[in-house]
C-alpha cells in the first residue's frame, strides 16, 4: 500500500498548498478504482500510473466518504464521482526534492515519511527511515522512481 500512501500524500500537499486547506484523501478510491492492469491494488504499482488515474478521474473523493478498508475492493462510482481535490499533471524528480530528511541524535541520516495510519503512530503521523544505506534502492524502495503532483 505504499504506492497508494505516497500518492496520496504527495495530492493532499499539492492540494493544501494551492487551496490553502489540508483534507484527507481516498486511498480506498486509488486502489479499488484504478485499474487494476495498470496498477494492483493493495500490491503497489506506480504513482505516475497513480497520478494519470487521478487526472483522468478528475481528482479524489476524502477520506471520511470513501474510507480505507485495507484489501482490494470494487469501485464505488457514486463515492469516486465526488471529487474534492485534483492535480494537474506531475514530474519525476530525485528524491532529496520530495521528501523532508535530517540527522538523529546518534547521527543517522533519516527521510522522514507521513505514515498511512494517522497521528496515533509514529511522531504525529510519520515515521524515520534510515537513508545513506547501501542500496542505491534506499531502504524499502524509498529512493526508487520519486515523483510528485502539480496543480
Known amino acids: 500500500m505504499l504506492l497508494g500512501l505516497s500518492t496520496i500524500v504527495a495530492t493532499e500537499g499539492i492540494h ?36 494519470k488515474f487521478i487526472i483522468q478521474n478528475h481528482g479524489l473523493n476524502t477520506e471520511a466518504n470513501y474510507p480505507y478498508q485495507g484489501v ?23 528524491i532529496d526534492a520530495t521528501v523532508g530528511y535530517g540527522v538523529s541524535d546518534d547521527g543517522t ?7 498511512s495510519w494517522g497521528t496515533q503512530l509514529g511522531e504525529e503521523g510519520y515515521i524515520r527511515m ?18 510528485y503532483p502539480t496543480a
Open 16 to 51: 493544501a498548498l494551492s487551496a490553502g486547506k489540508l483534507i484527507s484523501l481516498s486511498e480506498q478510491e486509488l486502489v479499488d478504482c484504478n485499474s487494476k492492469s495498470v496498477d494492483q491494488g493493495c500490491e503497489g504499482g506506480l504513482m505516475d500510473d497513480a497520478f
Open 130 to 147: 534510515q537513508r545513506g544505506v547501501a542500496s542505491q534502492e534506499g531502504l524499502c524502495g524509498i529512493a526508487m522512481q520519486a515523483s
Open 109 to 115: 541520516e533519516y527521510w522522514l515519511v507521513k505514515n
Open 72 to 94: 482490494d475492493g470494487k469501485c464505488n462510482a457514486n463515492a469516486a464521482a465526488n471529487d474534492v481535490a485534483t492535480i494537474t499533471g506531475y514530474e519525476d524528480v530525485a
